[in-house]
């Protein structure tokens, strides 16, 4: 069986994005042989090191600087900006290396493919070799490793060269010897706990180590002046972070990520606005719900939606609180004319009086005792937390319903949060592990509900 190969289609978008960096350094000079000479007391030789020279051995292949003036790059960013109709900057900001430059690009977009293609155009074109890739955990590098793999084929295609790339192994420093040696495009993939944090494992890059030549790791890599290229730097704008990312001596700075919490000089956005624009999705629906108060009851009643089937009158999906012996739980139940909410919920006060008179098909549920609530609407005792939990549950059923609709028609469905905050959805403790947190927690319980409820109705 033959192997299978990803086949890449390079969308006008993504030229746009990797551009409206590249051309921020118009006006540089290509440099791709600016050597220096390595720590010759260091250097050991192989038992095959005869078959390099001695100017060989001890030679590394660091970036050319940036020869622009800041008065330049500005003009530069400025021109970008009016061209993609961005506020126009004052100043550069940031303080790692030359310039920090901003990319946005919404959810899925492929920044990961931007910013690889990114590093073979800045090679092409001004000769410069050497990145750093931060990523903010070890599942996203294992995810960016993984995308370069995918991808080298693709750009050798395009480029007629490969990056050469590898994981920081804190164990395995021979990868940074050969990261300075080579005068080819070379990425390292480094997570922020690995030079971060308080581990044993982290302090050995800034540690002089006999197996290292004596060489501290950090020394090493910071004599190539690298591009840095931050991943995600809402997750890593700590103040020790943005202090640790310095001894880098990055050459300047490229922030990936569709929610930029520090704000450098932006050069290019795909906000989801832009994504809908540019038909990057077919179609944007938003699911809202609204909050009613009810006479009479201080409880938590959601209506979720209205079933219907042939056959048989409609029914509603509603949200409800369940007494049991030491705790309340909220959970759905399927209602029909004549249910007794105070019965299903198990006794609790709030709901006594309220029978379901009617089921509407148009969306809405009536009660005995004249009180009406329409699909979406939540009433009673609701919290911001209730709201958001709401919100998650109605936009996985949603997505689901869009699924089944479109998948036969090679549509794809991508339904998108956006949320206040990045660490309620997604924590990591000291060593890069993911930990609960608030929205994902809730996903997670909601999306396993939404798929039993889905596997009982085609059992």
Known sequence: MPDMKFKFTIQPYQTEAVDSVVNIFAGQPFNDRF??????????RTADSWLQSEEELYMGFANAHVQLSSQQLLENICKMQAQNNIMMSDKLTGSLGACSLDVEMETGTGKTY???????????????????????SIAIREG????????????????GKKARFFVYDSKNLAEIDNFSQSADINAMIINIQAFNARGKDARRIRTELDGFGSRRPIDVIKANRPIVILDEPQKMGGKATQE???EFNPLF?????????????LVFVLDALDAYNRRLVKRIEVVGFAIKNLRGTDGYLFLEGIVMSPNNPPKARMEIEIRYDKFIRRETRIVGKDDNLFELSKGMEQYRGFRVSDVDPNGAV???????????????????????RIQI?????????????LFA????????????????????DGEGNEINSQYGEGFEQEYAGIMKEVALIHS
């Open 393 to 405: 549950r109605e936009t996985i059923r949603s997505h689901f319903e869009k699924e089944k609709e």
């Open 35 to 44: 050597t220096y000479r390595r720590d010759a007391a260091a250097v050991k």
């Open 366 to 388: 009536l009660f005995t005792n004249d009180e009406v609530i329409r699909v979406g609407e939540a009433a009673g005792d609701v919290s911001e937390a209730d709201l958001r």
């Open 253 to 265: 700075c490229l922030n990936y990520s569709a929610t930029h919490k520090q704000h450098h000089n």
């Open 409 to 428: 028609r090679g549509i794809k469905t991508l339904s998108l949060f956006f949320i206040d905050e990045v660490a309620k959805y997604r924590k990591y």
């Open 244 to 246: 640790s990312l310095k």
């Open 114 to 136: 931007v910013y690889i293609k990114t590093m073979f155009e800045l090679n092409k074109r001004y000769g410069w070799s050497k990145f750093i890739v931060v990523v903010p």
């Open 144 to 159: 960016v490793r993984k995308s370069f793999d995918t991808m080298q084929e693709h750009f050798m295609e395009h480029y």
